[in-house]
T-cell receptor, first 115, second 116 residues
């Protein structure tokens, strides 16, 4: 079975550019989560969706960040304009409905570097 | 409020030694779930185990074992006869059933080095 698929695996861009990260959850998983991982802050939950609807975006750092889930098999996390402090590994995860007792299955992450 | 503490930031042991990773949690809920994840050097996060608050039985899976003690709010993870491939960052996590916000709270992780 295919796991959570993220693209790109690596992204290097200059500050001020728009960055779009993509995620395909596991088929049948109703929940989708976006995380950011840095050495300083560890794993931070940015936003999550249930049945394509954003439920909690309180972790989104600022208005430069936006996320969408137009359908059950695709989500994007966009940063516009990007800044060097956005450099991190961004993970997407999905889970079955539980609501809270289901493990989250993570993609391989996107390593983002903003120069 | 829910909280997960992994006090050991980094541990180094020699191969074949046993090692225990500590996890202490805080929750007001009576129904909750605990998880362990592994993040090897390649970077992906791998789910290892889930335990619900009503099941205090210890779990063993090969060289891995988990000791859940509600009395001390701990969910410790032991690797027996460690191997170099066990080198990774290990995260303990908690979610509350009553919360209904479906979030999992992760600890800061413990970086484990297994030395050959």
């Amino acid at each position: 079975d295919a796991g959570v698929i993220q693209s790109p695996r690596h992204e290097v861009t200059e500050m001020g550019q728009e960055v779009t990260l993509r995620c395909k959850p596991i088929s049948g998983h109703d929940y989708l989560f976006w995380y950011r991982q840095t050495m300083m802050r560890g794993l931070e939950l940015l936003i999550y969706f249930n049945n394509n609807v954003p439920i909690d975006d309180s972790g989104m750092p600022e208005d430069r960040f936006s996320a969408k889930m137009p359908n059950a098999s695709f989500s994007t996390l966009k940063i516009q304009p990007s800044e060097p402090r956005d450099s991190a590994v961004y993970f997407c995860a999905s889970s079955l409905p539980g609501p809270s007792n289901q493990p989250q299955h993570f993609g391989d992450g996107t390593r983002l570097s903003i120069l | 409020a829910q909280k997960v503490t992994q006090a050991q930031t980094e541990i180094s042991v020699v191969e074949k030694e046993d090692v225990t990773l500590d996890c202490v949690y805080e929750t007001r809920d009576t129904t909750y779930y605990l998880f362990w994840y592994k993040q090897p050097p390649s970077g992906e996060l791998v789910f290892l185990i889930r335990r619900n608050s009503f099941d205090e039985q210890n779990e063993i899976s090969g060289r891995y074992s988990w000791n859940f003690q509600k009395s001390t709010s701990s969910f410790n993870f032991t690797i027996t006869a460690s191997q170099v491939v066990d080198s990774a960052v290990y995260f303990c996590a908690l979610s509350e059933a009553r919360n209904r916000d479906d979030k999992i709270i992760f600890g800061k992780g413990t970086r484990l080095h297994i030395l050959p």
